[in-house]
């Protein structure tokens, strides 16, 4: 039995998306609650958990190399419990996975999770009574995020049929959360010193459907705007028939609202996208960003894409070609098509050879360096105002603008020094493809 004064370490490895993340913040939370000890070591812990990603096989085979490492601890004993959380485990279903990895203790799927630390404390553990399930709109949250930065996860799932997505299959239809729940973790995490919030979900322009169309997307940012202390507030995955006339004024008029917008579109042929059971083409995508652009000056803009999606002949990819050209996106992600059992693209005829996805994708992003590049240069001798990530040496941090959201966008390096989650002002000094350069003013 554990000296009862010992407050059992526990870690998490997060795998995948920021919805992801929100979730293992969450367990981080629950387990802090009942007296555990959060850490950042898996070497060093009692409790282990992956939480998993198996959305495509990439993500899946890199879940299943961090289980073998953390099942290698287990046989050693370096660790008492291993459990292996989220995607991976509604992708193959609880046995599978524990059959997989004979080492793991438990393994959850997303909608499970409130049962995660109940379990723990049954088992070998045992050190509390497990009051019954614990309410996930506690939202205690152990953040993983940079200082001064969080995650906003809005709803859960998703309700639209993209021929080539796993995610309503592993993470069900859409679910958004009641508005009220939002508002009041919102300013929790500004109590707790967050100045960036940055909202998520499978289809943030959803929000709402799912709950009778009472709200929606803008009757939470009117309420988000007014949490005090907040600064900056990003919109990650947007949906493009989504964006409403209602939301684009907010972006123009709200000051709080970063002029940042990420909208996966993932290709511009109307084929392809009919293909992948998307609306939209080309022509209309130009027309609502010189629209976007029109109706926000400066906002940031932010795509990814797909290469060699089943049926994409030299013409559908030369569709592609021309419309980063002229799109001249801000920020760009391109991915190579994966071919996912049990999605409706996984049987489609006309498939592209892995090295041509793959040649597909490089030539793009060497394309987007090009504008991206461009874009940033114009930037030089300005001022802006930037969150402090981290220090870089001794004379340098790393920061980000209103146009760069953490992980997946470029930065800038800053020479002079102030603390992360500051929000300080920059001159800009210079620029390289994806970052720029400046000094404190
Ligand atoms: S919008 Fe499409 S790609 Fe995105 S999660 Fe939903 S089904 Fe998948």
Same mark, same amino acid.
């Given at each position: 039995m554990l000296n009862t004064r010992y407050k059992p370490r526990v870690c998490i490895i997060n795998l995948g998306c920021p919805k992801n993340q929100v979730d293992a913040e969450e367990i981080l939370g629950a387990f802090k609650h009942r007296g555990y000890r959060p850490v950042h070591d898996p070497e060093n812990t009692d409790i282990l958990i992956v939480n998993t990603c198996a959305f495509i096989r990439p993500a899946e085979e890199e879940t299943l190399q961090v289980l073998v490492e953390a099942a290698v601890l287990k046989r050693q004993r370096r660790i008492k419990i291993l459990i292996a959380a989220s995607c991976l485990v509604s992708k193959y279903g609880e046995k599978k996975v524990r059959a997989a990895i004979p080492e793991l203790d438990y393994a959850f799927p997303p909608g499970k999770l409130e049962c995660l630390v109940a379990a723990v404390e049954k088992s070998a553990l045992g050190r509390r009574v497990v009051k019954p399930g614990f309410s996930k709109e506690r939202n205690e949250r152990v953040l993983l995020s940079s200082p001064g930065t969080a995650y906003l996860k809005i709803a859960e799932g998703c309700s639209r049929k993209c021929t080539f997505c796993l995610i309503p299959a592993l993470r069900g239809p859409l679910h958004s959360r009641p508005i009220d729940a939002i508002v009041g973790e919102a300013e929790a995490l500004a109590a707790e010193g967050v100045r960036e919030l940055i909202l998520v979900a499978q289809d943030i322009t959803s929000y709402g459907n799912d709950l009778g169309g009472r709200f929606g997307l803008t009757d939470l940012l009117d309420r988000l705007v007014k949490v005090p202390s907040v600064h900056w507030i990003r919109l990650m995955y947007v949906y493009p028939d989504g964006i409403s006339a209602g939301l684009i004024q907010r972006l123009a008029g709200q000051s709080k609202l970063c002029k940042y917008l990420d909208m996966p579109l993932q290709h511009a042929s109307r084929k392809i996208l009919r293909r992948m059971g998307r609306s939209g083409n080309g022509d209309k995508f130009l027309k609502l960003i010189a629209h976007l652009r029109q109706q926000v000056p400066g906002i940031a803009l932010r795509t990814t894409l797909i290469t060699g999606f089943p049926g994409e002949s030299r013409t559908e990819y030369q569709e592609l070609v021309s419309f980063i050209k002229q799109a001249r996106f801000d920020r760009l992600g391109v991915f190579p098509y994966w071919r996912e059992?049990? $999605?409706? =693209? =996984? $049987?489609?005829?006309g498939r592209i050879s892995a090295p041509l996805r793959k040649r597909r994708q490089h030539e793009l992003m060497d394309l987007q360096a090009g504008i991206s590049r461009q874009r940033l240069v114009s930037f030089v001798g300005s001022k802006m105002e930037c969150l402090v990530e981290e220090p870089s040496g001794q004379k340098h941090i790393i920061a980000r603008t209103f146009r760069d959201a953490p992980e997946v966008d470029g930065g800038i390096i800053v020479t002079g020094r102030a603390r992360p989650g500051e929000i300080i002002q920059v001159r800009v000094t210079g620029s390289t493809d994806h970052d720029l350069t400046g000094v404190i003013l």
């Open positions: 059992k049990g $999605t409706p =693209a =996984a $049987t489609m005829l």
